[in-house]
């Protein structure tokens, strides 16, 4: 466990380099900063690894022996370096981190013409550190202590990514040119591309969509290193004929943006990788294609003339392990090495196949790879260590690579000190029986990747129980149960046919022992797109009423209604337009709201007969991730900011923005069921579409004003998916960092006092109205 003080405004800690975030949250009120004064964070995990989408190893210090330092980072996690000797398992530290203002690393890479240069690009950034040499020896390195944004946006979000399915984009590429020259080129989503001449120093901007490319959203760059060409893949619906495009000729400090399309004859399918091939020899690339011409396999073909035309090299493997790639490398001439499932490897792709390359105990889908000839080695990172603290499973393995021949003698490396979590839920059920009085929470968690897990106390220790699989799958969705303190619980998963309820999670001695049933409705269960923790809601007084959204491309049955603990389900009608719900909320009349993508909110008084429009439908965001109504006030929290209105049931009320915004997402929204003028906003945090910093913050004036919780901590570098107060101990606020696992914010002597009045005067019942986001139902809310 890692314990660290609340930060006191002034940016200090880690990732102070780049200011604090947009708008009104960077401030704090008189009565938040006296509060802070007492209050303190704590990193609770679990130090189980989690998803790496980047990797590099220590080659180009002359001081360490290149076996011993990994450098991995973590979409959310951040940046971490293991040092061991080859033989036994490294143990990861983190860096200093100086001025890492965003922790959702997608890809790291040597610069080609700089040896000590590391370039790191975050979901909207680039940074580069370096390694000062000598003065690092004791650490084992200094890259990562030290971190310089190359575009000096100051932490500023990125563009949303389109509503497509995609593995993390990893738009950067480096250019040898003649004449010494070099060249880093990379996409920030959704802005085209950015390249610099100098080593990021000068920072130029181009926008393929004004050259003849449909769009400014890159999905994948790549290099033809003899040709000299940049070439890319655009963000397009997998339905879309596959578009590939090139450049002309680059030169030293001058580009060349003469877009021309290259697809050729490419059958219909998903373009997944595009490289270019080490041969010598101008206009060689090579791509691999998910559902080629409807083959339901990961196929590769390959171009010797620009992409005028492509010759088909045939599947890669098994199409259970062959799919959903992350990332193919070129390794020289025609061997490659390709993340999916499984890692695979061809060391002639054109006369051999791909050989599935695996290790017993490795955790599956290989989003990154580092191939170094000058070692031989080569190592697969993959999305974690499972939920098993006392046997994780290999989250790296390294392979002794003989080029142009075989991979030999893997090494599994467990993730030993590395924190990378992506919690998706958190869900603290107030303290139970058996525990005494005075314990903190048993608090559920649900992971990407990793399963799910229960801290049974919550206490200041890394106190943790990991659970196992549900469903047949490793993605945990959402957590819910009512707040009248009575099972079951629902948990939701990634399944598409089943998820699951525990009729006694508050009740039983130990977490491993709690009983699980399926619940498995006609017609399946899949999660709406982008997945989060509010896509199901329970009624807050009746835990048999449960609400689940689901994914129907038909728009015919969005949502499912249970007044029986899911045991059998009512029919329901689909809303106006047939707009995808992704979040939804029960209040204690039954209404049921839901948020929508592109269509803004709805409300149903008949569980789901019939829907009216009720939030942001003239001007809707993007997606709304979180609706939550307390009393008469309605909040939603979406990709454009947070919203709030005063008096929700006037359909002719006014929404306003009240923090965020500006690009900045709002991911979670918490109204205090100990306090309706409390509030918590998370932000940063869009399944697959967007991630940022922004951290927590709070209102204690009805959302009239905010401060931040998290300013100058790790946690600020993270997104955030959730967020949920404890339903006994007001002083305690949980929070799932999707990289950085769960956190809790403890006040100390309390939080500040609850103010009683809204800029408005709120209805009797507005301090009770969020409880169904809540396990525990305070003894002293009474509802109307």
Same mark, same amino acid.
């Given at each position: 466990?890692?314990?660290?003080?609340?930060?006191?405004?002034?940016?200090?800690?880690?990732?102070?380099?780049?200011?604090?975030?947009?708008?009104?949250?960077?401030?704090?009120?008189?009565?938040?900063?006296?509060?802070?004064?007492?209050?303190?964070?704590?990193?609770?995990?679990?130090?189980?690894?989690?998803?790496?989408?980047?990797?590099?190893?220590?080659?180009?210090?002359?001081?360490?022996?290149?076996?011993?330092?990994?450098?991995?980072?973590?979409?959310?996690?951040?940046?971490?370096?293991?040092?061991?000797?080859?033989?036994?398992?490294? @143990?990861?530290?983190?860096?200093?981190?100086?001025?890492?203002?965003?922790?959702?690393?997608?890809?790291?890479?040597?610069?080609?013409?700089?040896?000590?240069?590391?370039?790191?690009?975050?979901?909207?950034?680039?940074?580069?550190?370096?390694?000062?040499?000598?003065?690092?020896?004791?650490?084992?390195?200094?890259?990562?202590?030290?971190?310089?944004?190359?575009?000096?946006?100051?932490?500023?979000?990125?563009?949303?990514?389109?509503?497509?399915?995609?593995?993390?984009?990893?738009?950067?590429?480096?250019?040898?040119?003649?004449?010494?020259?070099?060249?880093?080129?990379?996409?920030?989503?959704?802005?085209?591309?950015?390249?610099?001449?100098?080593?990021?120093?000068?920072?130029?901007?181009?926008?393929?969509?004004?050259?003849?490319?449909?769009?400014?959203?890159?999905?994948?760059?790549?290099?033809?290193?003899?040709?000299?060409?940049?070439?890319?893949?655009?963000?397009?619906?997998?339905?879309?004929?596959?578009?590939?495009?090139?450049?002309?000729?680059?030169?030293?400090?001058?580009?060349?943006?003469?877009?021309? /399309?290259?697809?050729?004859?490419?059958?219909?399918?998903?373009?997944?990788?595009?490289?270019?091939?080490?041969?010598?020899?101008?206009?060689?690339?090579?791509?691999?294609?998910?559902?080629?011409?409807?083959?339901?396999?990961?196929?590769?073909?390959?171009?010797? &003339?620009?992409?005028?035309?492509?010759?088909?090299?045939?599947?890669?493997?098994?199409?259970?392990?062959?799919?959903?790639?992350?990332?193919?490398?070129?390794?020289?001439?025609?061997?490659?090495?390709?993340?999916?499932?499984?890692?695979?490897?061809?060391?002639?792709?054109?006369?051999?196949?791909?050989?599935?390359?695996?290790?017993?105990?490795?955790?599956?889908?290989?989003?990154?790879?580092?191939?170094?000839?000058?070692?031989?080695?080569?190592?697969?990172?993959?999305?974690?260590?499972?939920? &098993?603290?006392?046997?994780?499973?290999?989250?790296?393995?390294?392979?002794?690579?003989?080029? %142009?021949?075989?991979?030999?003698? #893997?090494?599994?490396?467990?993730?030993?000190?590395? *924190?990378?979590?992506?919690?998706?839920?958190?869900?603290?059920?107030?303290?139970?029986?058996?525990?005494?009085?005075?314990?903190?929470?048993?608090?559920?968690?649900?992971?990407?990747?990793?399963?799910?897990?229960?801290?049974?106390?919550?206490?200041?220790?890394?106190?943790?129980?990991?659970?196992?699989?549900?469903?047949?799958?490793?993605?945990?969705?959402?957590?819910?149960?009512?707040?009248?303190?009575?099972?079951?619980?629902?948990?939701?998963?990634?399944?598409? @046919?089943?998820?699951? %309820?525990?009729?006694?999670?508050?009740?039983?001695?130990?977490?491993?022992?709690?009983?699980?049933?399926?619940?498995?409705?006609?017609?399946?269960?899949?999660?709406?797109?982008?997945?989060?923790?509010?896509?199901?809601?329970?009624?807050?007084?009746?835990?048999?009423?449960?609400?689940?959204?689901?994914?129907?491309?038909?728009?015919?049955?969005?949502?499912?209604?249970?007044?029986?603990?899911?045991?059998?389900?009512? /029919?329901?009608?689909?809303?106006?337009?047939? #707009?995808?719900?992704?979040?939804?909320?029960?209040?204690? *009349?039954?209404?049921?709201?839901?948020?929508? *993508?592109?269509?803004?909110?709805?409300?149903?008084?008949?569980?789901?007969? @019939?829907?009216?429009?009720?939030?942001?439908?003239?001007?809707? /965001?993007?997606?709304?991730?979180?609706?939550?109504?307390?009393?008469?006030?309605?909040?939603?929290?979406?990709?454009?900011?947070?919203?709030?209105?005063?008096?929700?049931?006037?359909?002719?009320?006014?929404?306003?923005?009240?923090?965020?915004?500006?690009?900045?997402?709002?991911?979670?929204?918490?109204?205090?069921?100990?306090?309706?003028?409390?509030?918590?906003? @998370?932000?940063?945090?869009?399944?697959?579409?967007?991630?940022?910093?922004?951290?927590?913050?709070?209102?204690?004036?009805?959302?009239?004003?905010?401060?931040?919780?998290?300013?100058?901590?790790?946690?600020?570098?993270?997104?955030?998916?959730?967020?949920?107060?404890?339903?006994?101990?007001?002083?305690?606020?949980?929070?799932?960092?999707?990289?950085?696992?769960?956190?809790?914010?403890?006040?100390?002597?309390?939080?500040?006092?609850?103010?009683?009045?809204?800029?408005?005067?709120?209805?009797?019942?507005?301090?009770?109205?969020?409880?169904? *986001?809540?396990?525990?139902?305070?003894?002293?809310?009474?509802?109307?």
């Amino acid at each position: 466990m890692t314990a660290r003080s609340s930060s006191n405004g002034n940016g200090s800690g880690n990732g102070n380099g780049n200011g604090n975030g947009n708008g009104n949250g960077n401030g704090l009120s008189d009565v938040v900063q006296a509060a802070m004064g007492q209050g303190e964070w704590f990193e609770l995990g679990p130090t189980l690894g989690g998803r790496l989408t980047a990797i590099v190893a220590n080659k180009r210090s002359l001081i360490i022996d290149p076996a011993e330092v990994l450098i991995v980072g973590s979409p959310g996690g951040g940046v971490y370096f293991g040092r061991g000797d080859g033989v036994a398992q490294p @143990t990861f530290t983190e860096p200093d981190n100086y001025a890492l203002a965003e922790y959702s690393i997608l890809h790291l890479e040597w610069d080609l013409a700089r040896p000590n240069r590391l370039y790191a690009l975050t979901w909207n950034e680039l940074y580069a550190t370096e390694d000062s040499g000598v003065s690092c020896l004791s650490k084992g390195s200094c890259w990562g202590d030290t971190w310089v944004n190359l575009l000096m946006s100051g932490g500023m979000p990125g563009g949303l990514l389109p509503d497509l399915r995609r593995a993390e984009p990893k738009p950067f590429v480096q250019m040898l040119l003649q004449g010494g020259g070099h060249v880093l080129i990379w996409s920030r989503p959704c802005e085209g591309i950015y390249y610099s001449f100098d080593g990021g120093v000068t920072m130029l901007h181009h926008l393929p969509s004004q050259a003849g490319v449909p769009t400014d959203c890159v999905r994948l760059l790549a290099v033809d290193p003899a040709a000299k060409q940049l070439w890319l893949t655009p963000e397009v619906a997998d339905s879309s004929p596959p578009q590939i495009y090139h450049t002309g000729r680059w030169s030293a400090f001058q580009p060349n943006f003469a877009w021309t /399309p290259a697809a050729g004859d490419l059958p219909r399918g998903t373009v997944s990788g595009l490289v270019g091939v080490g041969s010598g020899l101008p206009g060689f690339m090579v791509v691999v294609m998910t559902d080629a011409a409807g083959s339901q396999q990961l196929e590769s073909f390959r171009t010797t &003339n620009d992409g005028v035309s492509w010759e088909r090299l045939g599947p890669v493997g098994n199409p259970a392990l062959a799919r959903d790639v992350r990332i193919l490398v070129s390794a020289g001439g025609w061997e490659f090495f390709l993340g999916a499932v499984r890692a695979f490897y061809t060391s002639d792709l054109l006369n051999m196949g791909w050989a599935e390359k695996s290790l017993l105990g490795e955790h599956v889908d290989v989003r990154a790879i580092y191939a170094d000839q000058d070692t031989q080695k080569v190592w697969f990172a993959n999305d974690g260590a499972g939920s &098993n603290l006392s046997d994780p499973q290999f989250n790296i393995v390294r392979w002794n690579w003989y080029p %142009r021949n075989r991979l030999a003698t #893997p090494f599994g490396i467990t993730p030993d000190g590395l *924190k990378a979590w992506q919690l998706f839920a958190v869900m603290p059920l107030g303290a139970t029986p058996p525990q005494t009085i005075g314990t903190r929470s048993r608090v559920f968690v649900g992971s990407l990747d990793n399963n799910w897990g229960c801290f049974p106390n919550a206490d200041v220790s890394n106190d943790f129980t990991g659970l196992p699989y549900l469903n047949g799958v490793g993605d945990v969705l959402a957590i819910k149960g009512s707040a009248v303190g009575a099972d079951p619980i629902y948990v939701r998963t990634a399944s598409g @046919t089943a998820m699951s %309820r525990m009729f006694n999670a508050r009740t039983v001695a130990s977490c491993e022992n709690v009983t699980l049933e399926t619940i498995e409705p006609e017609g399946g269960v899949a999660a709406p797109f982008p997945w989060g923790p509010n896509s199901v809601a329970v009624h807050p007084t009746d835990p048999n009423k449960v609400y689940i959204l689901r994914d129907d491309p038909s728009g015919q049955t969005p949502f499912l209604f249970s007044d029986d603990a899911g045991f059998s389900f009512w /029919p329901t009608n689909p809303l106006d337009d047939r #707009p995808q719900p992704v979040s939804i909320f029960v209040d204690p *009349k039954g209404r049921v709201y839901v948020g929508t *993508k592109d269509k803004g909110a709805f409300i149903s008084n008949d569980d789901g007969q @019939t829907w009216q429009p009720w939030g942001l439908n003239a001007t809707p /965001p993007a997606v709304i991730l979180a609706v939550v109504v307390s009393g008469n006030v309605g909040w939603l929290a979406t990709s454009d900011g947070l919203y709030r209105n005063l008096q929700s049931r006037n359909p002719n009320s006014r929404w306003e923005l009240v923090t965020a915004g500006g690009g900045y997402v709002v991911s979670d929204v918490e109204v205090d069921p100990h306090c309706s003028t409390r509030i918590y906003a @998370t932000l940063g945090f869009v399944y697959e579409r967007q991630q940022h910093r922004g951290g927590v913050r709070v209102s204690v004036d009805g959302g009239n004003t905010w401060s931040s919780l998290t300013s100058g901590l790790a946690l600020h570098q993270s997104p955030i998916a959730d967020v949920e107060v404890d339903p006994v101990h007001e002083n305690l606020v949980y929070v799932a960092s999707h990289g950085r696992g769960l956190w809790m914010y403890d006040w100390g002597k309390g939080p500040p006092a609850c103010q009683v009045q809204f800029a408005k005067k709120p209805p009797p019942d507005a301090a009770v109205q969020h409880a169904c *986001k809540h396990s525990s139902f305070p003894p002293f809310c009474v509802f109307p």
